[in-house]
C-alpha cells in the first residue's frame, strides 16, 4: 500500500509544481517588479536582464542570473521538493521567494508542505525586526572624501528595546576589501568591482562606534514608514543574501545603492535604484528615499567632535586651558577639584576633559593606555558631583541646514567672460561633488571635492570651442586649527589644463599638492597658509615638463548666502621649463537658491614676465 | 609623503564601506582596552570604512553573541562591547547608554530614575580601577543594585 501511496504523491507532486509553473506563466511573474527586485535584475546590453548578483549560489537555474523566467520556473520546483526539514532547504536559503511566490500563486500549503528552517526562525525570533530606519554618517571633518557620506539601514526590534536604540541592528552592505592592499590598488579595485561586496548585520551601537566616535562624523537617521510585513519580507531577503556576494563598485553598486535596493523588495512599486545608473552619491539616495515620501522622523546624533567643539564655546578661555592642561599632564584632577569654581564649571571642566582624551585616544591606542588612570579618576570626580537637577550642557544644537537640502551633486555652469581682451563664452559641467565656493549649506565648511569637471571655452574672436581645463580629481580642506584639533590643510588638483607655455600654449597634464595651516579669523573667515608643489607635463615645455614649488596664502568665507575666496600664490618652476607663476585671484559666489548661484571670478596672473587678466560672469545650476 | 599620497587617492575612494571588527561575546573586555582594533580604524578614518577580515553573515553579529536571545546575555553583551560609554554616562547619572542599559534590564520607568542615582554614586564602587573587566562591573552593579529595594528586583 506504502509503494503504491508513494508514486501517487510524487505524481501529483509534479502535476500541481506544472500548474503553478502555468499560473506564473499566465501572470507573466518573471516580469513583476517584485521578481526583478528579489533576483536584482536590471537590464543588460547583450542580454535583455542580468542580476547584480555575481555569485552562483544565488540562482537555482543554471542561466538564472540572464533569464528571470528559468530562474522562477526552478525556484517553484526548488521550493516544491519534498526534502526533510533543513536550513538548506530552498524555502529556507530563499525564504522571501518562497514567501512572495506563495502569495502570488496562492500555492496550498496542504500540497506543498512548508518546511521548518530552525536557523531563519531562532534568527527572527532573536532580533523580531519592527521597523527600520535608514542612517547617514555624514562628513569627517578634514577628510572630503567622506563627503559622500554612506547609508545603512537600522532594524528596531518589536520588542522592550524599542526604546533602546543603540541594540538594534545595523544592515550594511560593504566591500571585503583586503586590508592588506596598499591605497592605490584598493582606489582602482574600488572603481572597477575588484572587491566583493557582502551583506551583514552587526549590533548598531557597532556602527555607532565606528562613525560617530572613531571616525567623528555626525549621523542622521531617518525613520521609515515600512510596515511590518514589508520589514518581514525584507529581512527575509536579507537571509537570502547572507554570503552572497555582489561586486563593489565604489560609483555605483555600492552601499547606498544596495540600501535602495533592499527597500525595493519590501515594497516593489518604489521605485529608487534605477534613478542611480550614473552615480549613487550618499546624499542623493537620501533625496530620493525623502522624495519617495518613506521619511517620517528625522534625528540628529552629534559626532564627538562636534561635541567637544559646542562644549568648548560654553566654557570659559580659562576651563578649555584647564582642559587642555589635564591632557598634557600639567595639571590633576586632584588640583581641579581644589579649585573655587562651581559644580557646574568642574562637571564641565571633568566631562570635557574625559571627552578630549577619548578623542585623542582613538587614534593613538598608546596614548589611551597612558590615559586611563586620569580619564578614571576624571569619571570618578565627575561621579561624585551632584548638579541637583541643573543640566551641565546646553542641548546639542543641529546644523542649520539638513544634509539633503544642501545644493544637489552634479553642476552645469555657463559663463560670459574676457581673458587678455579676448572676449569668451565658457561651459562647465561637474558631476561630483562641491566646491568651497558653492553655497555651504548642508556641507562639511572648508571641504570641497571636484570630480571629472570639464570646462570648454570659446572664444569669439577665434571661433574655436577648446577644453580649456579637465579636473580628473580636484580636493581640498581648509580646516582650521584651534587649542583642540590641529588639523593639516592641504590640497590637490589633478588635471589637463590649458595655458600659455614660454612661447606658446599647451594643454598640460599637471598635479598640484598642498599643504599648510588654516586659522579661524571671528568665526567669519578662514585664513590659509599652504606649500604648494606643482608638476606640470607636456612636450611644448622645454624638456617636456616644469615643476615646481612655492606658497599660498587664501581667504575663504562661506556665508549661507555668499561664499568668497581669494588667493595669492608664488611658484618658482625650477626644473624643465622655468618660469616665475604668480597669480591673484578673486572669486566670489552669490547663491539666490539652493540650487542657482551667480559667480564672479576674476584671476590676475602672471607667466613668463607676461601679466594677464581673466574676469568672468558665471551662472551655476545644480541638478 | 605617503600619508599624503595615502590621502590624495582615497579622494577617489567614494563611499566604499568594509565590514567592521564587530563586537566580541561574553565578558572578557577591559576599561580603557582596545577593543575593535584601533589600527584598521585609523585607516577608517580617511577611507569612509573600516577594513578587517570579520565574519559576514546575518546570525553572527546579532547582539555579538549566537546565545544573544536571553535577556541576561544581552545585558552581558553591551556593557562588554560598551564599556567606556557606559562608564562615561554613569558618572553622569544619564545618556543614551544608561537609558539602553536600563531598557536591557527591564527596568520599569518609575524606577530608571533610581537606577541611575544609585550607580552615579556608587561609580567608584562599580567602576573600581582604571582596569577594570567587564565582569566585575556586573558583579558590582548587581551587588549595589541588591542593596536597594526597589532595584533588588530586576537582578536575576
Redesign the interface.
Known amino acids: 500500500m506504502l509503494i503504491l501511496l508513494l508514486p501517487y504523491n510524487t505524481v501529483y507532486a509534479d502535476e500541481y509544481v506544472d500548474h503553478l509553473i502555468d499560473i506564473a506563466n499566465h501572470k507573466k511573474l518573471d516580469e513583476s517588479r517584485a521578481w526583478r527586485a528579489l533576483l536584482h535584475y536590471k537590464p543588460g546590453v547583450i542580454n535583455s536582464w542580468v542580476s547584480q548578483a555575481d555569485d552562483t549560489k544565488f540562482f537555482l537555474a543554471k542561466d538564472g542570473n540572464i533569464n528571470p523566467q528559468a530562474e522562477l520556473h526552478a525556484t517553484i520546483q526548488a521550493i516544491a521538493e519534498s526534502l526533510p526539514d533543513s536550513d538548506q532547504h530552498s524555502q529556507c536559503r530563499f525564504p522571501a521567494r518562497y514567501y512572495w511566490l506563495v502569495n502570488a500563486l496562492k500555492i496550498d500549503q496542504k500540497k506543498i508542505l512548508p518546511v521548518k528552517c530552525a ?1 531563519l526562525d ?2 527572527f ?3 523580531k525586526p519592527g521597523s527600520l530606519s535608514l542612517i547617514f554618517p555624514s562628513a ?1 571633518v578634514n ?4 563627503m ?5 539601514l537600522r532594524v528596531t526590534p518589536n520588542d ?2 524599542a ?5 538594534a ?1 545595523a544592515l ?6 583586503d ?1 592588506t592592499d596598499n ?2 590598488v ?2 582602482i579595485k ?2 572597477i568591482g575588484g572587491y566583493p561586496g ?6 548598531y ?3 555607532l ?2 562613525y560617530s566616535d ?3 562624523r555626525d549621523v542622521w537617521e531617518y525613520s521609515l514608514n515600512f510596515s511590518k510585513a514589508e520589514v518581514d519580507q525584507l529581512m527575509r531577503h ?2 537570502e543574501l ?2 552572497i556576494n555582489f561586486d ?1 563598485y ?2 555605483t553598486e ?3 545603492y544596495h540600501m535602495l535596493s533592499l527597500m525595493e523588495v519590501a515594497r516593489p512599486e518604489l521605485d529608487l535604484t534605477d534613478q542611480f545608473d550614473v552615480k ?3 546624499s542623493d539616495t537620501v533625496r530620493a528615499v525623502i522624495n519617495a515620501g518613506l521619511v517620517t522622523k528625522r534625528n540628529y546624533r552629534a559626532a564627538s567632535t562636534t561635541i567637544l567643539t559646542q562644549h568648548a564655546k560654553q566654557m570659559s578661555a580659562n576651563d578649555n586651558k584647564l582642559v587642555i592642561d589635564i591632557s598634557r599632564d600639567l595639571t590633576t584632577v586632584e588640583k581641579i577639584n581644589n579649585l573655587d569654581k562651581t559644580k557646574i564649571e568642574k ?1 564641565r571642566i571633568y ?1 570635557q576633559a ?2 578630549y582624551s ?1 578623542f585623542l585616544s ?2 593613538d ?1 598608546t596614548v ?2 597612558a ?3 586620569t ?2 579618576e576624571l ?2 570626580a ?2 561624585k558631583i551632584e548638579t541637583d537637577g541643573f543640566e ?1 550642557w546646553l542641548p546639542v544644537k543641529k546644523p542649520d541646514v539638513r544634509v539633503e537640502d544642501g545644493h544637489r551633486t552634479g553642476r552645469i555652469a555657463l559663463g560670459l567672460g574676457e581673458q587678455g581682451g579676448d572676449s569668451y563664452v565658457n561651459l562647465k559641467l561637474r558631476p561630483a561633488y562641491h566646491d568651497v565656493v558653492d553655497k555651504v549649506s548642508g556641507y562639511s565648511r572648508g571641504a570641497q ?1 571636484n570630480f571629472l569637471d570639464f570646462e570648454l571655452r570659446y572664444f569669439n574672436e577665434d571661433e574655436k570651442l577648446r577644453l580649456q581645463k579637465f579636473t580628473a ?1 580636484n ?1 581640498l580642506s581648509l580646516t582650521p586649527r584651534d587649542r583642540y584639533f590641529l588639523p593639516i590643510s ?1 590640497g ?1 588638483d589633478i588635471a589637463v589644463e590649458r595655458q600659455p607655455t614660454r612661447n606658446s600654449v599647451t594643454n598640460a597634464v599637471q598635479a598640484v ?1 598642498d ?1 599648510g595651516v588654516s586659522k579661524d579669523l571671528y568665526n567669519y573667515a578662514v585664513i590659509s597658509l599652504m606649500a604648494e608643489l606643482d608638476m606640470k607635463v607636456a612636450s611644448k615645455f622645454e624638456k617636456g615638463h616644469s615643476v615646481g614649488a612655492g606658497a599660498v596664502i587664501s581667504l575663504l568665507i562661506q556665508e549661507s548666502s555668499y561664499s568668497l575666496l581669494s588667493s595669492l600664490r608664488s611658484v618658482y618652476f625650477e626644473l624643465g621649463e622655468k618660469n616665475l607663476h604668480q597669480q591673484f585671484d578673486v572669486a566670489y559666489g552669490y547663491h539666490f537658491s539652493f540650487n542657482d548661484s551667480l559667480r564672479i571670478t576674476y584671476i590676475r596672473s602672471r607667466d613668463y614676465d607676461i601679466y594677464s587678466n581673466d574676469i568672468q560672469l558665471t551662472y551655476q545650476r545644480y541638478f | 609623503m605617503k600619508k599624503l599620497l595615502f590621502v590624495v587617492l582615497l579622494a577617489l575612494s567614494a563611499p566604499i564601506a568594509v565590514q567592521a571588527n564587530s563586537a566580541g561575546c561574553g565578558l572578557g573586555s577591559t576599561l580603557f582596552k582596545g577593543q575593535s582594533g584601533l589600527g584598521p580604524n585609523v585607516m577608517a578614518a580617511t577611507t569612509n570604512g573600516t577594513s578587517g577580515n570579520q565574519t559576514f553573515g546575518m546570525s553572527t553579529g546579532t547582539l555579538g553573541c549566537n546565545a544573544g536571545d536571553t535577556v541576561t546575555a544581552a545585558v552581558d553583551s553591551f556593557i562588554d562591547s560598551n564599556m567606556e560609554r557606559v562608564a562615561r554616562d554613569m558618572s553622569t547619572g544619564s545618556g543614551e547608554t544608561m537609558e539602553t542599559l536600563a531598557a536591557l534590564m527591564g527596568i520599569q520607568d518609575k524606577d530608571k530614575s533610581q537606577f541611575f542615582e544609585v550607580s552615579k554614586q556608587n561609580f567608584s564602587k562599580i567602576y573600581s580601577r582604571d582596569d577594570v573587566t567587564s565582569s566585575e562591573v556586573l558583579t558590582a552593579l548587581k551587588l549595589v543594585m541588591l542593596s536597594k529595594d526597589d532595584l533588588a528586583k530586576y537582578v536575576a
Open positions: 536557523k531562532q534568527w525570533d532573536t532580533i569627517y577628510s572630503p572624501s567622506s559622500f557620506g554612506h547609508t545603512l522592550h528595546r526604546n533602546a536604540p543603540l541594540v541592528y550594511n552592505y560593504a566591500a571585503d576589501a586590508a591605497s592605490l584598493f582606489s574600488g572603481l557582502i551583506f551583514s548585520i552587526v549590533p551601537y557597532e556602527k562606534k565606528e572613531i571616525e567623528n536579507a537571509w547572507q554570503y563593489y565604489f560609483l555600492n552601499c547606498s549613487a552619491i550618499p562637571a566631562e574625559y571627552d577619548r582613538t587614534s591606542p589611551r593606555d590615559r586611563a588612570k580619564n578614571w569619571l570618578a565627575r561621579s551641565v571635492i580629481i580636493v592641504w590637490i599638492v599643504f
